[in-house]
């Protein structure tokens, strides 16, 4: 028997990181008892404990293997020569504490021993509470929670991945729940990107929920989302607004939109900005609609030539009704173009009609532009509420309200539901949407509100979608912007998706922290393994086979890889992307345990409540209270004879 | 109009029932909240008075009234 029942082997050679070791012949049964807890020897993904003196250095085994079977008898190792492969990682050193790195190398022969529990909360647990947030605990000792750094976490960016169903919301859901505990973090900041309207109900009490939506649900304490155009940069806004634009027809909307924002700060002075200093990028509002009438109004024109008169005495050839007056001047505010003569350059002098001067040829844009304006689906960016400018630029609200409601709201979490959203200007508009954030934490960052003295976590929920290595747009760069430099203004990201492979590799490389869930396409794997700082190929091997809601937290926010089965929310409280049940356990005498399904009679359908749905692009419904008198014949399901 | 609890049920949770709007609302064990409309206030008696929830709503509420998701 051994003396020491932690001992499992001896050093045999040692290469680089990479350690041998010759298992005792004691541990053949693979399993060794210490202080009442039972361990498994030479589990894969499990750390040993190397004593060197007062120090001690862990690895994690990588590898297990046996030599062959001994010849002959009364050989020395009956059960062959069994041994590990093990990968150093970190060495605890003579105060006690685990840090990473060693500074020396066994050598041969040296003790190999199992980490006991003791050893492992001495490990992950935390130098200071207030730092540390349980997420979780370990896969291998449940007695030990998860401990996450949570300032690296924020400020050194994360990233969560997994395959669809690998628990990934869930465990976003899970995260975010610990990292908006109101007794530890009363002042958490976070705000999510929320393409799929999955999270509004998994964090209920604890968010504000803004959705792009017609009938934002004010019911439940949901508030429209707006983000006015005059926010966005001018590159931005020209990419959502006209589309692309030539450099010269760029020059000369940029200076149209400076004289109107210059009119608009003349009619409504701001404090910080003056008509000096004004510039095309500048948060100042100016009336995208007049931007609109007066550009269509020098493509389209055609004026009625004054012989002998001067260059800018025209007159504009409208179409004129029987009394002499236009048919229809146009109307900037409801999008409504004037009406103009044809051209006529023969015949008598005053029946002539040019076309007007120094067009920008820029007809299809505005023609673009014109729809959008018109476009309810647009009405979150060109018409945005309170913060719609007026004919002469004026508005009621100030970008002051929206950073309110959004990074200053109550709630720690704010959910911005991007599920109503044109797919086609997502990853413009969600480009906009982080320099509009970054940008007022960034000048803000010496004050209570900025990002320095609250640090900002992002969620960037399905990130694959608009960050891609393809999508050059500007959700990319201000992305690859907050990931390089927002660390210093106190702004984080956290990145989710299911495709790693298909994200920028620069923006993936700047995660300091990787939640790799199961994935189990081969791409995904590799990016996942070259991004994450730990050269642990071994832990990362692990990948296809973990279950459900469990993940390897690798990088700056844990002092060591950590296989963790992350905390789930509630059950009430899952977000909304539970795959749907195709059969619904149950049957009529017990009762189902949920609606629906395919193995239950199905209710009288009725799609014009579909169309109605579809048309007010919401899910909500909105039932119509048949009267209250009138009788209630229950339904007879379709195809069944009474 | 407040939550009943169904400590007992293996399947429901818990539900409640909006008088005004007749609208019964009930929240499974797994998750899944519906919203059933137009119940009459004698149903919802019935319900409370049943001895099995479940039962009572794969009999008689299940395919009689119009539901949604909440």
């Not at chain 1, 590898?63 to 093990?86: C, F, I, M, R, S």
């Not at chain 1, 109900?201 to 707006?226: M, Y």
Request: glycine fraction near 8%; aromatic fraction near 8%.
């Amino acid at each position: 028997m051994r003396s020491d029942p932690t001992l499992i082997g001896t050093v045999q050679d040692v290469a680089g990181t990479s350690v041998s070791v010759s298992l005792v012949s004691e541990t053949a049964t693979g399993l060794s008892f210490y202080k009442g807890e039972s361990y498994r020897i030479g589990q894969v993904g499990s750390f040993v404990r190397i004593p060197l003196g007062y120090t001690s250095l862990f690895g994690i085994v990588s590898q297990v293997g046996a030599g062959a079977a001994p010849k002959t008898e009364g050989d020395l190792h009956p059960w062959g020569n069994q041994w590990l492969k093990v990968q150093l990682v970190g060495e605890r050193g003579r105060a006690g504490k685990f840090e990473r790195g060693v500074s020396q190398h066994p050598t041969i022969n040296d003790a190999v021993h199992i980490v006991t529990e003791d050893d492992l909360r001495e490990i992950y647990g935390p130098g200071d509470p207030v730092d540390f947030v349980t997420v979780g605990h370990l896969a291998s000792a449940e007695s030990i929670p998860a401990l996450v750094n949570i300032n690296k976490l924020i400020t050194r960016h994360s990233a969560v991945v997994g395959t669809t169903g690998a628990g990934k919301s869930t465990t976003v859901a899970g995260l975010l729940t610990a990292l908006s505990d109101p007794s530890r973090y009363p002042s958490a900041r976070i705000v999510v990107l929320d393409i799929h309207g999955e999270y509004a109900k998994a964090l209920a009490d604890r968010s504000s929920v803004f959705r792009v939506s017609t009938d934002a649900n004010a019911e439940k304490g949901e508030k429209p989302l707006q983000i006015p155009f005059w926010a966005l940069s001018f590159d931005e806004l020209v990419k959502l607004s006209f589309g692309d634009l030539s450099d010269e027809a760029a020059a000369v909307v940029s200076d149209a939109i400076v004289a109107l924002k210059r009119e608009s700060l003349g009619n409504q002075p701001r404090e910080g900005i003056t008509a000096a200093r004004l510039t095309a990028d500048s948060p100042v509002p100016f009336c995208i609609h007049k931007l609109w009438f007066d550009l269509h109004q020098r493509e389209h024109r055609t004026i009625i030539p004054t012989p002998g008169g001067a260059a800018d005495e025209v007159e504009s050839a409208y179409v004129l009704d029987a009394a002499g007056n236009p048919v229809q001047p146009g109307d900037a505010m409801s999008v409504t173009p004037p009406l103009y003569r044809t051209v006529k350059t023969t015949g008598p002098a005053h029946e002539r009609v040019n076309w007007g001067r120094d067009p920008i040829n820029i007809r299809q844009q505005l023609a673009v532009l014109g729809s959008k304006l018109r476009d309810p689906q647009f009405a979150f960016l060109f018409n945005p509420g309170d913060w719609r400018p007026g004919i002469d630029g004026t508005v009621t609200k100030d970008l002051d309200a929206l950073l309110k409601d959004w990074l200053g709201s109550p709630a720690p979490i704010s959910i911005l539901d991007l599920s109503g959203i044109p797919p086609a200007v997502l990853s413009d508009l969600i480009g906009a949407l982080l320099r509009i954030l970054y940008d007022a934490l960034f000048w803000g960052r010496n004050l209570p509100e900025g990002g320095r003295l609250r640090p900002l976590m992002l969620v960037l929920e399905e990130a694959h979608a608009y960050l891609g290595k393809e999508h050059v747009g500007t959700a990319s760069s201000a992305v690859r912007r907050i990931a390089k430099e927002g660390r210093k203004y106190g702004v984080g990201v956290m990145i989710v998706s299911q495709r790693p492979s298909e994200i920028d590799p620069t923006i993936l490389s700047q995660c300091g922290t990787i939640f790799a869930m199961r994935l189990a396409n081969d791409i995904d794997r590799g990016q996942v393994t070259g991004a994450a700082s730990d050269n642990l190929k071994g832990l990362f091997d692990m990948l296809p086979i973990l279950r459900t809601g469990e993940a390897i937290i690798v990088g700056e926010a844990v002092s060591l890889p950590m296989r963790t089965l992350i905390d789930p929310p509630a059950k009430n409280r899952w977000p909304d992307s539970r795959d749907p049940n195709v059969a619904v356990r149950g049957d009529a005498t017990k009762g189902y345990e949920d609606e629906g399904g395919w193995a239950v009679p199905r209710q009288t359908e009725d799609y014009t409540i579909v169309m109605r749905q579809w048309r007010k692009q919401s899910p909500y419904y909105e039932h119509k209270q048949t009267e209250p008198d009138a009788p209630v014949a229950p339904a007879t399901p379709e195809g069944e004879n009474p | 109009m407040s939550w009943i609890e169904t400590p007992d049920s293996s399947n429901l949770a818990r539900y409640k029932y909006d008088d005004r709007a007749r609208v019964l609302t009930v929240e499974f064990k797994n998750g899944g909240t519906y919203n059933y409309y137009d119940v009459p206030q004698a149903v919802f008696e019935q319900m409370k008075a049943a001895p099995s929830k479940g039962e009572f709503l794969a009999r008689s509420i299940k395919g009689a009234f119009r539901y949604a998701r909440v």
